[in-house]
């Protein structure tokens, strides 16, 4: 059973406007959140993080929101750029604990101008 | 700083053959990581080393898959025999624990991986 769900597949956004991907877990011992984006032929690059004490961190264009009562976390991007089109993992640890991040399957953000 | 390496960035081979990938991780980092990622399960962690020393192999497949880390620069996934079902792209990672444990200890940086091709 998945316990990172990124239900969304790929998600096409026109230049300028906001992209939003949604990520939801089912494990409330989670507490650190992660984001990370993936281009074709490279390995997937951090992008931003979260704390299960936070319930917002922000980067530039990039925010992610967290809804701990939902186990729900979300990445907006604003304004959405070219290139910007990747493929967006989620991924989520516990405690702290090294090689625990369980990622999403990933949605497909295209950006088109 | 070159970020994580690894080779072959392709590999094609036949059914039965031996394959051995190989990571340098980044300078100074503790921890390294090999993932898997097919279309059907997405990133899987295969196994993970803390200063050398494997951790957890639970994602590891099955005995025909196994890991080493001879040292801080250096580790081999192999799989022996190799089968079509093996066909993925592999990651490898690391990423620094520090001696206090917080939040941004657990970035981990990828490499660019191997696309694996078993006919």
């Known amino acids: 059973d998945q316990q990172v769900k990124q239900n969304s597949p790929s998600l096409s956004v026109q230049e300028g406007r906001i992209s939003i991907l949604n990520c939801d877990y089912t494990?409330?011992?989670?507490?650190?959140f992660l984001w990370y984006k993936k281009y074709p032929a490279e390995g997937p690059t951090f992008l931003i993080s979260?704390?299960?004490?936070?319930d917002k961190n922000e980067d530039g264009r990039f925010t992610v929101f967290l809804n701990k009562s939902a186990k729900h976390l979300s990445l907006h991007i604003v304004p959405s750029q070219p290139g910007d089109s990747a493929v967006y993992f989620c991924?989520?640890?516990?405690?702290?604990?090294?090689?625990?991040?369980?990622f999403g399957k990933g949605t497909k953000l295209s950006v088109k101008p | 700083d070159a970020g994580v390496i690894q080779s072959p960035r392709h590999e094609v081979t036949e059914m039965g053959q031996e394959v051995t990938l190989r990571c340098k991780p980044i300078s100074g980092h503790d921890y390294l990581f090999w993932y898997r990622q097919t279309m059907m399960r997405g990133l899987e962690l295969l196994i993970y080393?803390?200063?050398?020393?494997?951790?957890?192999d639970s994602g590891m497949p099955e005995d025909r898959f196994s890991a080493k880390m001879p040292n801080a620069s250096f580790s081999t996934l192999k799989i022996q025999p190799s089968e079509p079902r093996d066909s993925a792209v592999y990651f490898c990672?690391?990423?620094?624990?520090?001696?206090?444990?917080?939040?941004?200890?657990?970035?981990?940086?990828f490499g660019p991986g191997t696309r694996l091709t078993v006919l």
């Open positions: 991924a989520a640890s516990e405690g702290g604990s090294q090689g625990n991040l369980i």
């Open positions: 990672a690391s990423s620094y624990g520090g001696t206090v444990s917080l939040a941004s200890t657990d970035t981990q940086y």
């Open positions: 080393f803390n200063n050398n020393v494997p951790i957890d």
């Open positions: 979260i704390s299960s004490i936070k």
């Open positions: 494990n409330s011992m989670f507490d650190y």
